[in-house]
């Protein structure tokens, strides 16, 4: 069965590194999600991707952060200099048109120290 | 505009039922409902677009009411495998559609022996 794959899926990292988080969405689908989740709390939307821009994004996708589609496979995602409250689960999701059902990875558990 | 969901925590013993709510102030575009397991990535279990709809398998179902403000979940003859957090995801009608999922803060279900 197809699946969303993220690596890596642990990564540690210092305050104001930069980190990539890689994703990459079931083939044939066109929309791409990353959300995050801070532990115990609720999945939050970060930003959609469509036909290679960014169609939306939430108040906590600020400019630390920018996503990628470098070679029509990979979804990545960029932060910028790491603040310790970007600990969380980040999630990546793809779907293949807009009102369909949107399949999660099994996430990157990020620690900044 | 993040969904409420009602109750927060639901302890269950098997073969019971639960109603498990999702609402919000203004009419929504369409309903998702997800479960995640601690740990893991949510997990989709069904899409509600239209008003008065029901779908679902006969032991997990959902309704969307007629005026798109407000999503039931039901889980009848709860089994071991139920237990987890559940999730309802919200899209809101904007111009041109909307690709944001708004996740309300959860439930969790534990279903014991």
């Known amino acids: 069965e197809p699946e969303v794959t993220q690596t890596p899926s642990h990564q540690v990292t210092q305050m104001g590194q930069e980190v990539i988080l890689r994703c990459v969405p079931i083939?044939?689908?066109?929309?791409f999600y990353w959300y995050r989740q801070i532990l115990g709390q609720k999945v939050e939307f970060l930003v959609s991707f469509y036909n290679n821009e960014i169609s939306e994004k939430s108040e906590i996708f600020d400019d630390q952060f920018s996503v990628e589609r470098p070679d029509g496979s990979n979804f990545t995602l960029k932060i910028r200099s790491t603040k310790l409250e970007d600990s969380a689960m980040y999630f990546c999701a793809s779907s293949e048109i807009r009102d369909s059902e949107a399949f999660f990875g099994q996430g990157t558990r990020l620690t900044v120290v | 505009q993040q969904p409420v969901q009602s109750p927060q925590a639901v302890i269950l013993r098997e073969g019971e039922d639960a109603v498990i709510n999702c609402s919000s102030s203004k009419a929504l575009y369409s309903v998702h409902w997800y479960r995640q397991k601690h740990g893991e990535a949510p997990i989709f279990l069904m899409i509600l677009l239209k008003g008065g709809e029901q779908k679902g398998h006969d032991k997990i179902s959902a309704s969307f009411n007629e005026k798109k403000q407000q999503s039931s979940l039901y889980l009848t003859a709860s089994q071991l495998s139920y237990s987890g957090t559940y999730f309802c995801?919200?899209?809101?009608?904007?111009?041109?559609?909307?690709?944001?999922?708004?996740f309300g803060k959860g439930t969790k279900l534990t279903v014991n022996p």
């Open positions: 083939s044939n689908h066109l929309y």
């Open positions: 995801g919200t899209e809101s009608p904007t111009q041109g559609g909307s690709e944001k999922l708004v």
